[in-house]
Nanobody, 120 residues
Framework: QVHMVESGGGLVQAGTSLRLSCAAS????????MGWYRQAPGKQRELVAT???????NYADSVKGRFTVSRDNAKNTVYLQMSSLKPEDTAVYYC??????????????WGQGTQVTVSS
């Protein structure tokens, strides 16, 4: 079993930055891809960013150029650096991980979520 815990959410003003962290623990040797989803009120959960164990990344068009996903394999931690935040980035952000795959289209593990609120 894998346990994932996010941190770093909060209330910020538009145009500022915020960094989310997610630490994985437990039986983690099988984890390959990690990343982040978000869900705004009344909307479906959206895949935001993915990073493979080797460091390859993918982003949703809505965050390209503003968000950066990274990971520290030694610490089993994935990060999401968010810059130039917009009110439409307001959502609950979830970290996610997959076993033996280089995508998190269908994650095997989820974090509990952390709220990010961007005020205008």
């Amino acid at each position: 079993q894998v346990h994932m815990v996010e941190s770093g959410g909060g209330l910020v003003q538009a145009g500022t930055s915020l960094r989310l962290s997610c630490a994985a623990s437990g039986i983690i040797f099988s984890i390959s891809a990690m990343g982040w989803y978000r869900q705004a009120p009344g909307k479906q959960r959206e895949l935001v960013a993915t990073i493979t164990r080797g460091g390859s990344t993918n982003y949703a068009d809505s965050v390209k150029g503003r968000f950066t996903v990274s990971r520290d394999n030694a610490k089993n931690t994935v990060y999401l650096q968010m810059s130039s935040l917009k009110p439409e980035d307001t959502a609950v952000y979830y970290c996610a991980a997959a076993k033996w795959r280089n995508d998190i289209e269908v994650p095997d593990y989820w974090g509990q979520g952390t709220q990010v609120t961007v005020s205008s």
